[in-house]
Nanobody
Framework: QVQLVESGGGLVQAGGSLRLSCAAS????????MGWFRQPPGKEREFVAT????????YYADSVKGRFTISRDNAKNTMNLQMNGLKPEDTAVYYC???????????????WGQGTQVTVSS
């Protein structure tokens, strides 16, 4: 099993940047594909980005492509999401997730963090 804790959320003006981190406990972090998802106010949770266990393959939602970058450091058991060019519509609770085989589908992920709030003001 793996426990996940997100950090780095906050309030930022449109056009600004934030860097989210996801710290994982457990020695098997390297086995897991990792993903970022978000839940905007009043909406369902949605896919943002995912990275494979080796860090060699990534995939992004169209809405964040070119603005967000997902990365991981298996030696430190961490995953990051660099968010640039933030827009008010990026406002959401952001969650990290882990699973050995999942990719971009929410329902395939077994392990979830508690989430971190990102608010982008216009």
């Amino acid at each position: 099993q793996v426990q996940l804790v997100e950090s780095g959320g906050g309030l930022v003006q449109a056009g600004g940047s934030l860097r989210l981190s996801c710290a994982a406990s457990g020695r098997t972090f390297i086995r897991y594909n990792m993903g970022w998802f978000r839940q905007p106010p009043g909406k369902e949770r949605e896919f943002v980005a995912t990275i494979n266990w080796r860090g060699t393959r990534t995939y992004y939602a169209d809405s964040v492509k070119g603005r967000f970058t997902i990365s991981r450091d298996n030696a430190k058991n961490t995953m990051n999401l660099q968010m640039n060019g933030l827009k008010p519509e990026d406002t959401a609770v952001y969650y990290c997730a882990a699973d050995e085989t999942a990719w971009a589908t929410i329902g395939d992920y077994d392990y979830w963090g508690q989430g971190t709030q990102v608010t982008v003001s216009s």
